[in-house]
């Protein structure tokens, strides 16, 4: 912005200078139309070799070079698309920018194919498990991504899978009272996975058979 400034002062400087009458110089009568023509020529040429110098001076410090880097591009994030393959907690796909160093959690719910499962506040840890708006039990799926990028271009990445789905009902007696209370099915593993961030993919398995799948997208 300085920079545009000392161009514009400058333009307003050369137009005065052209608008304004020598002093001080005496040239003869039959020279004094060269010798004046010869004035505003260097004069300009000087004025304009300024202007542009300060012109291309301002278009440098109004737009800087952009670097890359290993951990994705000027931002330093990466595209990170966390796929879910399970037969118990559904099918699911989303895609998110991260840092080198930091976390995001993807987290989905959904309704089981029989439907979601009344459950007493009563039950074993209802006030943990995923449930919908009427307090009916759902299924869950939560993928913690931690990545680390080396000088390499290598993402290790540490990779928590928590999920949690009702497989029917069953009778629990609580507090001297019998309830019925969904049947829960869960799996809670810790994965550890090195990826080429220029995209790269890898998939793991978890104990019941859930397949997650993490690709990266520089």
């Not at 608008?19 to 001080?24: A, Y």
């Not at 009568?29 to 020529?41: A, G, L, N």
């Not at 299924?139 to 993402?155: E, H, M």
């Not at 609580?174 to 890898?202: E, Y």
Request: hydrophobic residues 35%.
């Amino acid at each position: 912005m300085r920079s545009r400034r000392i161009a514009c002062r400058l333009a307003v400087d050369w137009q005065r200078i052209m608008h304004r009458k020598p002093r001080g110089i005496c040239v003869p009568p039959q020279d004094k139309e060269v010798s004046m023509s010869q004035r505003s020529w260097s004069a300009a040429a000087s004025w304009s070799a300024v202007f542009a110098v300060a012109c291309v001076s301002a278009s440098v410090f109004a737009a800087p070079p952009v670097k890359g880097s290993l951990t994705g591009g000027g931002t330093g994030q990466l595209e990170y698309t966390v796929k879910v393959d399970s037969k118990t907690f559904g099918d699911t796909q989303e895609t998110r920018k991260i840092r080198s160093g930091e976390t995001d959690d993807f987290n989905w719910k959904s309704v089981p194919p029989g439907g979601a499962i009344a459950m007493p506040n009563g039950c074993p840890n209802a006030d943990n498990l995923p449930r919908d708006a009427n307090g009916a039990m759902v299924r869950q799926t939560q993928v913690r991504l931690a990545p680390s990028v080396d000088a390499k271009g290598i993402a290790n990445v540490q990779l928590s899978f928590q999920a949690a789905a009702p497989k029917g009902a069953r009778n629990v007696s609580a507090g001297g009272k019998s309830l019925q209370c969904p049947d829960v099915v869960s799996v809670s593993q810790v994965k550890r996975v090195s990826i080429p961030t220029n995209g790269g993919s890898k998939s793991v398995t978890m104990s019941d058979g859930t397949k997650v799948t993490v690709s990266i997208k520089h």
